[in-house]
């Protein structure tokens, strides 16, 4: 019945496509014809940031991009999607999930919610397709030609739940009549082996395939000596994931674009540690010991998810029209020992440290499916007046079942107390853009979307003990639309540089969270946030084109933020709403070729945040914690949050590069570093001692030869080898997550 039900809704959209009194027609993405580039000079960087093919400089907005060698280095290693966390200016992505759920910040919003429904506010498009569940946006980062970053609201040409940005995945495509690939193989420490490789294959002289495939394993390097262990060794995966396209382009005027991808990843959650964060202190306790992991909860996570979509695209003399049909499913079960220990208090033995209470739970994303279809229609004039209309439908479908197992009876039984939730969500759009000529030096841009939401969601709580008893089934029907827009302009100051001004809203659809605790638990629900967003930058070419500058500054406000707040005492999540919070900064990128064979990248933000309601509060941390906060009057456990940073938003952010490369014999030598840095932040809305993050600057490098079409290197990720706190649990004990240790290892890489 679900793949019937999307076959219908396919052949509905070809349909609409099909109505048009339309010759075959679409060529691939036309792209502005790149400036001719001297030696030592900077290549052009194209973007698709509005929806059509530009030069990064004529876009009046603040972007950033990576591709080509530098997302080699930075993926080399196997890390997942989170290796983009500081690569460029105000950009965070962290996890309480490990590897398949990635949350991302930029410009210091973001969402620190971990249930399988939660939203977020930057949103993830790949391929042109948004990823809203959480579980789709961590697919692994293979056979890309470039990732964007647009910073700032993208509501107007994105849509709904991108108020604090996009960022852009655009895999390479494939190539007619040219056969051209690439395999790439390697091992490291952690019995790592890493395989990638793509083939293009010319079918015809009219259809054309790409076959991307990647395989990831790393052994397990955390064991755990308790006896009768339910789980011995932790962090060990294996992640594959494939990706195949079909281009047919009978005509000139014509092109569809097939795309199917799918993930299987099986491997470990992540790991909870108990009492790992000093009391009074952010520091780790003395002699931690990464390796070791004494729990008696059992650990593992599963994800398999699969998806498609169709890109048709008609050249019609002044128009183009578009035509996107996406589809996505995703299931996963992950299970976790979340107290961190083993035993409790009342059930000795217990440690490491204090115990109160024992926590194993698992999530199952037992039902999901996505369904998008896009029709956009653009102009072609060689006027001064160009224009973007479309319209764009979201329909999907989830059930999430949360289950709590018995630690302490042998087998690690599963409790008969469970919670499930079910929701529906729809939405459809209209969104319309201009871009005016004014003159030779000066363009302006205008955009206009109309969003309508609709979200059905019901929650049931079941329990046997200690007393039978039913919640539910709890409803809660969210509906809302919303006007955003835009406006911005371009001014040519000299042939080098442009300056740019840019106002723009953003809309994030309202939230809802059941992640039910006890049969006395309610649905909590967030309403639709807004913001409204202006920066102004330049854009400049320098030194005869071999560097190049941007830097922005920016003022936002956030109307009626969606904020998640942790319970202080049980494992449970409440979505409450800040009436307001704001957030200004400044942004730098910068490249250069510095000399022959030697180049340099710095990028760096300065994200200041702010949450402006003086009733605000929210429970204190429930474990013993130093809390700075002041009370809410006529309580003891209820902080305010009035002047509180957002969570997860540091204020300083860096990141550095610097490749040195010579000839030598009938090749190439090359030294590869960089260095990503951010500044202290909170984990939670409400502010610890111990739950303050300290600085981190974490580094990599890599060396390599690279001769005819093949290449061999040696590389190291966080060679300093720091590890510290990243994120932690605060309802039960002083628990942390900390970051990744120092991994090496060596690639080779054959092109064709």
Same mark, same amino acid.
């Given at each position: 019945m679900k793949n019937s039900h999307f076959a219908t809704r396919s052949l509905i959209a070809l349909a609409v496509a099909s109505a048009f009194p339309l010759h075959a027609a679409m060529a691939q993405e036309a792209a502005p014809a790149p400036e001719a580039t001297a030696k030592g000079q900077l290549e052009t960087v194209i973007v698709t940031a509005q929806r059509r093919a530009e030069n990064i400089k004529d876009v009046p907005m603040a972007i950033a991009t990576l591709k080509g060698e530098k997302l080699d280095v930075l993926?080399?290693?196997?890390?997942?999607?989170? =290796?983009?966390?500081?690569?460029?200016?105000?950009?965070?992505?962290?996890?309480?999930?490990?590897?398949?759920?990635?949350?991302?910040?930029? %410009?210091?919003?973001?969402?620190? $919610?971990?249930?399988?429904?939660?939203?977020?506010?930057?949103?993830?498009? =790949?391929?042109?397709?948004?990823? @809203?569940?959480?579980?789709?946006?961590?697919?692994?980062?293979? #056979?890309?030609?470039?990732?964007?970053?647009?910073? *700032?609201?993208?509501?107007?040409?994105?849509?709904?739940?991108?108020?604090?940005?996009?960022?852009?995945?655009?895999?390479? &495509?494939?190539?007619?009549? &040219?056969?051209?690939?690439?395999?790439?193989?390697?091992?490291?420490?952690?019995?790592?082996r890493n395989l990638e490789g793509a083939y293009n294959i010319p079918i015809s002289d009219t259809v054309a395939a790409r076959v991307s495939l990647q395989s990831q394993h790393?052994? #397990?390097?955390? +064991?755990? $000596?308790?006896?009768?262990?339910?789980?011995?060794?932790? @962090?060990?995966?294996?992640?594959?994931?494939?990706?195949?396209?079909?281009?047919?382009?009978?005509?000139?005027?014509?092109?569809?674009?097939?795309?199917? +991808?799918?993930?299987?990843?099986?491997?470990?959650?992540?790991?909870?540690?108990?009492?790992?964060?000093?009391?009074?202190?952010?520091? /780790?306790?003395?002699?931690?010991?990464?390796?070791?992991?004494?729990?008696?909860?059992?650990?593992?996570?599963?994800?398999?998810?699969?998806?498609? !979509?169709?890109?048709l695209k008609w050249n019609l003399d002044d128009l183009t029209l578009h035509s996107i049909t996406g589809y996505e499913k995703a299931d996963i079960y992950s299970r976790a020992d979340v107290d961190g220990g083993y035993g409790a208090s009342y059930a000795p033995p217990f440690g490491p440290g204090f115990i109160p209470f024992t926590v194993e739970t698992a999530d199952?994303?037992?039902? +999901?499916?996505?369904?998008?279809? @896009?029709? %956009? /229609?653009? !102009?072609?004039?060689?006027?001064?007046?160009?224009?973007?209309?479309?319209? =764009?439908?979201? #329909?999907?479908?989830?059930?999430?079942? !949360?289950?709590?197992?018995d630690s302490l009876t042998p087998g690690n039984p599963q409790s008969p107390n469970y919670g499930t939730q079910t929701?529906?969500?729809?939405?459809?759009?209209?969104?319309?853009?201009?871009?005016?000529?004014?003159?030779?030096?000066?363009?302006?841009?205008? *955009?206009?979307?109309?969003?309508?939401?609709?979200?059905?969601?019901?929650?049931?709580?079941?329990?046997?003990?200690?007393?039978?008893?039913?919640? *539910?089934?709890?409803v809660r029907n969210l509906s809302s639309t919303n006007v955003s827009w835009d406006l911005s302009g371009t001014y040519v100051?000299?042939?080098?540089?442009?300056?740019?001004? %840019?106002?723009?809203?953003?809309? %994030?659809?309202?939230?809802?969270?059941?992640?039910?605790?006890?049969v006395t638990s309610k649905p909590s629900t967030a309403e639709s946030e807004k913001v409204v967003s202006v920066e102004a930058g330049v854009k400049q070419d320098l030194f005869d084109r071999r560097a190049r500058l941007s830097a922005s500054v920016y003022r936002y406000q956030v109307k009626d933020l969606q904020l998640t707040a942790t319970s202080g005492s049980i494992n449970e999540n409440q979505l409450i709403n800040a009436k307001k919070a704001i957030g200004q900064g400044l942004e730098l990128d910068f490249q250069a070729n510095l000399a022959d064979g030697l180049s340099a990248s710095i990028g760096a933000s300065y994200n200041d945040t702010e949450i402006k309601d003086p009733d605000l509060a929210v429970q204190i941390c429930g474990n013993g914690c130093t809390a700075t906060d002041p009370l809410k009057p006529g309580?003891?456990?209820?902080?305010?949050?009035?002047?509180?940073?957002?969570?997860?938003?540091?204020?300083?952010?860096?990141?550095?590069s610097l490749k040195y490369s010579t000839a030598v014999g009938n090749g190439e030598v090359y030294a590869f570093t960089d260095w990503a840095y951010r500044s202290s932040y909170n984990f939670f809305l409400d502010e610890a001692v111990e739950y303050k993050a300290k600085s981190l600057l974490e580094g990599g490098v890599r060396v390599g030869y690279k001769w005819d079409n093949y290449e061999l290197s040696v590389y190291g990720r966080n060679i300093t080898n720091k590890v510290q706190l990243l994120g932690s649990i605060n309802f039960n004990n002083l628990t942390g997550i900390v970051n990744e240790p120092r991994s090496y290892g060596a690639q080779f890489r054959a092109t064709f």
């Open positions: 993926t080399a290693s196997g890390q997942d999607i989170r =290796f983009l966390s500081g690569r460029t200016p105000s950009v965070q992505v962290e996890s309480d999930y490990g590897r398949t759920f990635p949350r991302f910040y930029i %410009r210091g919003m973001g969402n620190t $919610d971990f249930d399988l429904n939660a939203s977020q506010p930057v949103g993830l498009v =790949f391929d042109d397709v948004v990823q @809203e569940n959480p579980m789709l946006k961590g697919f692994p980062v293979f #056979d890309v030609d470039q990732i964007e970053v647009l910073r *700032g609201p993208q509501g107007t040409l994105f849509g709904r739940n991108s108020p604090a940005g996009v960022i852009k995945f655009d895999s390479a &495509k494939p190539v007619i009549g &040219k056969t051209e690939g690439y395999f790439a193989a390697g091992i490291g420490n952690y019995s790592v790393r052994g #397990d390097r955390v +064991h755990n $000596d308790r006896p009768n262990a339910a789980t011995t060794d932790f @962090e060990g995966y294996d992640d594959n994931a494939g990706r195949l396209q079909l281009l047919v382009k009978p005509s000139a005027n014509f092109s569809a674009l097939f795309n199917v +991808h799918a993930r299987d990843y099986d491997g470990s959650a992540t790991l909870f540690r108990a009492n790992i964060i000093k009391k009074g202190t952010n520091e /780790l306790v003395d002699n931690f010991d990464y390796g070791s992991y004494p729990t008696d909860g059992q650990n593992e996570q599963k994800l398999k998810t699969k998806g498609g !979509s169709m890109r199952i994303l037992r039902d +999901h499916r996505q369904i998008t279809q @896009e029709v %956009r /229609l653009e !102009s072609n004039y060689k006027g001064p007046l160009n224009w973007i209309g479309g319209l =764009f439908y979201f #329909d999907e479908q989830m059930a999430i079942d !949360s289950i709590a197992f929701q529906d969500s729809k939405a459809w759009a209209a969104f319309g853009s201009m871009n005016y000529t004014v003159s030779d030096r000066f363009k302006v841009r205008a *955009g206009l979307r109309y969003t309508n939401d609709k979200k059905d969601f019901v929650a049931q709580r079941y329990e046997t003990t200690p007393v039978v008893a039913t919640s *539910g089934p709890l100051l000299t042939k080098e540089t442009n300056l740019f001004a %840019r106002a723009a809203s953003g809309y %994030r659809a309202p939230s809802v969270q059941g992640r039910l605790f006890g309580t003891t456990n209820q902080a305010l949050l009035n002047g509180n940073p957002l969570p997860r938003a540091p204020k300083t952010q860096a990141n550095f």
